[in-house]
């Protein structure tokens, strides 16, 4: 079975997990506005978020991100920052912004809450399954930063213990799984060069990788013409 978070209304899951950092942020910093870096689909969703609470947005994006997702987020209200952005320093020119505009940073995956707003889809994805007299042998979701999948191994492992909690990544981008098997945070040196734009994390968070330590039970990788095979297949 598939769970098909791309009909979510910004195309993925990230939208779950910004809303409810968003939702849990004081009245006075709400007032404020919200930053968030991203390739693409956290500063989507921050965007939409943000446009539905009535927040101001500003997302930092690589200057070589998906056009396309830069104009979702403009078009859902979010003020983009792109000129001189990379990969490895957007964080860097987010937390700069932070500190001149005193907006609340949402990080797209070391949050408690947005690990929780993810982990929202393990919730219907049991209730859905129970409902159609299915028992999930096991779960299986992509994983870059872990905030997805650290979600999901909470929610799933609460409610159905002895289903597996399986993350996937691309050969080229395997941090998780280095991570995992040495019991410590292992980071990339550089973005990965993988048609999987949405995980060319760096490494898991230090909040996603304690969790997934211990509720995870592995992370597969797949080649990129294996990635590829998937998307004609659907």
């Known amino acids: 079975f598939c769970k098909l978070e791309n009909h979510q209304r910004t195309g993925s899951f990230k939208e779950r997990g910004a809303r409810n950092a968003l939702q849990q942020l004081p009245t006075e910093q709400r007032t404020k506005g919200v930053i968030a870096a991203s390739a693409g689909n956290h500063a989507q969703g921050v965007a939409y978020a943000a446009q ?3 927040v101001k947005a500003l997302v930092v994006m ?3 991100a998906s056009p396309y997702k830069k ?3 403009r078009a859902y ?3 983009v920052v792109d000129r001189g952005v990379t990969a490895e320093n957007r964080e860097e020119v987010a937390r700069a912004l932070q500190e001149e505009t005193g907006y609340a940073l949402i990080h797209p995956f070391d949050d408690p809450l947005v690990i929780a707003g993810q ?3 393990g919730l219907e994805l049991l209730a859905q399954a129970g409902r159609m007299g299915v028992f999930p ?3 299986l979701a992509p994983v870059g930063g ?3 999948l650290a979600g999901l191994a909470t929610a799933v492992k609460a409610l159905s213990p002895t289903t597996l909690l399986l993350g996937v990544e691309p050969e080229v981008a395997d941090d998780a799984r280095r991570s995992l098997e040495a019991g410590r945070l292992f ?3 550089a973005p990965p060069r993988t048609r999987a734009d949405g995980v060319r994390t760096l490494s898991l968070g230090e909040h996603t990788f304690p969790i997934l330590k211990e509720k995870a039970d592995g992370i597969l990788v797949v080649s990129e013409e294996a990635i590829l095979e998937a998307e004609r297949l659907l």
């Open 77 to 79: 209200g979010a003020e």
């Open 137 to 139: 042998e096991a779960v």
């Open 187 to 189: 980071r990339l040196e």
């Open 146 to 148: 872990g905030g997805l």
């Open 71 to 73: 104009a979702c987020a």
């Open 119 to 121: 982990g929202t889809a």
């Open 62 to 64: 690589p200057e070589d």
């Open 52 to 54: 539905v609470l009535g």
